[in-house]
């Protein structure tokens, strides 16, 4: 009985090797490697002819050949053909007396292949790429040591041809990267290898830390530019957790691995010495086949959100002090009419102590005659361009009593300009 993919080119067998071929995206540029392959087959085997091939859907194609001319041929009349479709070694002795090859022409004519040996090159899928194969002249056999060495240069082959590929993917995926961050400058984005060593240090990486792209790739590691005694601490931290040792440039790496990134606040050192905060997002770098190739770390300096924030605190202590001890009456309001902060003296002036002021609104506060101009006029300051922030109108005392009063009223926005509540002075 034939097999399924001999004898149907259309079975899903074979369309999956197709594609295991295709996802590989062998080229056929000259490789010093694989003409060594060819030429150590040739001398092991003893054979003029030696062969590296690819067998696509309609032809094979020659990445590399010892005792002849690299071309392609359909792939109805090539022996090679055959191999992909087993996992072992195949071995003629005589082509002209096996039915299957004795009409074939290279066997009829040049280069008159009258002995063939070939073994598929399984790749990681489990399909064969291709064969690496051994042609004479003369009818013959293989030792089992030939046998032996063949299959193995066949298994060396696939491992170069499969490691070449990603490198390739790898670096144009580098590539594609590089020109994507190399115009990120408010962000600091670094690229390792596997091993850590820095392939990618774009402008913002330089901005941030003082150093430049030149003097770190290919030679320094992340290690260069952090607090060895935290790098130190977070492994401990790791192994503790993980219960296995974690050091060294694994300390960055090993919980983006297994969670897919790690975002974490480190201290850098700068080429200069000085030491600032930034917040630090490890992710892993693949392949389309999930085999991680390196590292990518974006950092943020935290430094200048730092400095905000106690400059924010600084100016809510002086605000703080200014608001309690002000003459006048003083309230922080919010976007709905309610009190947020009152200070003293707005208590004193209107009758009630801090926790009953609090309990109440600015409706509540506010003379029935002047509630609604005072809503409308809290509705008109929500708008960003709004102009006018004075307003006459009466208070009601707790005693009931009306007070005249001039309110001057302030919006207070984010960062986003989202109205956040209004700064009222009585």
Known sequence: MKNETESNPESSIERERLDALAALGIDFEHEQECDDFVALAAEICQTPIAKLSLVERDRVRVKAIWGGQAKEMDREVSLCARVVLGHDIMEVSDTLEDERFRSKPQVVGPPFARFYAGVPLLGNSGHAYGTLCVVDKKPRTLSSGQRAALQRLARLATLHLEAHQR????????????????????????????????????????????????????????????????????????????????????????????????????????????????????????????????????????????????AARVAAERFSGAFDSAAIGMALVSRDGRWIEVNDSLCQMLGYSREDLLATDIPMVTHPDDLEKSLRFLSQLTHANAQNNLLEKRCLHQDGSSIWTEISVAPVRDSAGVLQHFVAQV
């Open 167 to 310: 490198k390739k993917r790898a670096t144009e995926v580098h590539s594609h990267l590089q020109a994507i961050v190399k115009a990120s400058l408010g962000i600091s984005v670094i690229a390792t290898d596997t091993e850590g060593t820095i392939t990618l240090f774009n402008p913002g990486a330089e901005r941030m830390l003082g150093y430049r792209a030149e003097d770190l790739v290919g030679r320094e590691t992340p290690g260069l530019f952090h607090l060895e005694s935290e790098i130190s601490a977070r492994g401990r931290e790791l192994s503790k957790a993980l219960n296995q040792n974690v050091q060294g440039f694994d300390v960055f790496t090993q919980v983006a691995n297994t969670e897919g990134a790690e975002t974490r606040q480190w201290t850098y050192v700068r080429q200069d010495g000085r030491h600032l905060q930034g917040r630090l997002t490890v992710s892993p770098l693949c392949l389309s086949d999930g085999e991680i190739f390196g590292y990518l770390g974006t950092a943020v300096d935290l430094s200048g959100q730092f400095a905000a924030e106690e």
